[in-house]
């Protein structure tokens, strides 16, 4: 059974830093991109960075390009997301999601953590 | 950037009812359209890729159609468990976006 535990949330003050984390299980997790999804309060979901099998390559929206950085440990089946300057508008849930690209052509999200909180206030 | 606009963003409807869910895309996407179920506690999770696709476990009452820039969501008879949010995401191209949900209520 795929699982994804998420971690490493909590409370930051604005323009500081917070490391998540996401621990994978029941799939070889060496061949598979991953990525990070988050939510913001009552909002919908904005797709947050992808990293490739390797982590050679990683993908970013403008929103968090420059301040996050996603990376993974395949030793360990463990992803992450570094979240530097952080600001108000990065308050949301974070998620960790299996990411079928370079699996397949038909690209999505086959599977999802619980989701970890992170509330960036002074 | 692509944006995704669904329609309706609340939705009631009772058991057993058919519903269909819009999401129209503001270029173009290839069929690269996926749907995405969330329960109130916050459990996601896909249920059709590549605008057709049953995503495997996902009961055959849900199908996906649509072309271009307009695709729909569609369940055939309404269960209990199937009242929740519904995401239309394109990956067309990067950035991957999402619309901005539907809620399907009881009414």
């Known amino acids: 059974e795929v699982q994804l535990v998420e971690s490493g949330g909590g409370l930051v003050q604005p323009g500081r830093s917070l490391k998540l984390s996401c621990a994978a299980s029941?799939?070889?997790?060496?061949?598979?991109?991953m990525a990070w999804v988050r939510q913001a309060p009552k909002k919908g979901l904005e797709w947050v960075a992808t990293?490739?099998?390797?982590?050679?390559?990683?993908y970013y929206p403008d929103s968090v390009k420059g301040r996050f950085t996603i990376s993974r440990d395949n030793a360990k089946s463990s992803l992450y997301l570094q979240m530097n300057s952080l600001k108000s508008e990065d308050t949301a849930t974070y998620y960790c999601?299996?990411?079928?690209?370079?699996?397949?052509?038909?690209?999505?999200?086959?599977?999802w953590g619980q989701g970890v909180m992170v509330t960036v206030s002074s | 950037d692509i944006q995704m606009t669904q329609s309706p963003s609340s939705l009631p409807a009772s058991l057993g009812e058919r519903v269909t869910i819009s999401c129209r895309a503001s270029?173009?996407?290839?069929?690269?359209l996926n749907w995405y179920q969330q329960k109130p506690d916050g459990t996601i999770k896909p249920l059709i890729y590549?605008?057709?696709n049953l995503q495997s476990g996902v009961p055959s009452r849900f199908s996906g159609s649509g072309s271009g820039t307009d695709y729909s969501l569609t369940i055939s008879s309404l269960e209990p468990e199937d009242f929740a949010m519904y995401y239309c995401?394109?990956?067309?191209?990067?950035?991957?976006?999402f619309g901005g949900g539907t809620k399907l209520e009881l009414k």
């Open positions: 990293i490739s099998t390797s982590g050679s390559r990683t």
């Open positions: 590549y605008t057709s």
């Open positions: 995401q394109q990956d067309a191209s990067f950035p991957r976006t």
């Open positions: 270029q173009g996407i290839s069929n690269n």
């Open positions: 029941g799939f070889t997790f060496s061949n598979y991109y």
């Open positions: 999601a299996r990411d079928t690209m370079g699996i397949t052509t038909a690209y999505y999200f086959d599977y």
